[in-house]
């Protein structure tokens, strides 16, 4: 991927749903990338292949430091880290993932019934906070 990205910082792209023929579409999830390794996932729902052509857009980055909440106090931090500890313990849940303790989880919190479910949950219950 090719682009003006301005300056080597991480940069927001916002999930995008790229119709195609016959119900079909390109699916592009919300994206944290690096500018130095501008890399984006896009899953074509179609049997057949989809080329994307040098100069197609596909959607459009933006500033992270603009785009998410960012607690303006001890006490907003405070509620942003209860409500992230909250969704981490319903995708355990839901997932099937057995929680120590009821904290956000850190990357190998969690315990596991095998090794191969350890970098699953890492990846699953990563929560990103910005401060100023």
Known sequence: MKGQFGEE?????????????????????????DASQPYL?????????????????????????ATFDKPSGEEQYKEFKARAEAYSSIIAEQAGWEMENTKAAEPGEATHKDDAQQSECDAALVVIFIYE
């Open 41 to 65: 996932p896009v899953a074509n729902t179609s049997n057949s292949p989809r080329i994307i052509r040098k100069g197609e857009i596909l959607g459009y980055l933006q500033d992270p430091e």
């Open 9 to 33: 910082k991480e940069w927001y792209f916002e999930r995008e749903i790229l119709p195609q023929t016959n119900d079909h579409c390109l699916i592009i999830p919300n994206v944290l990338m």
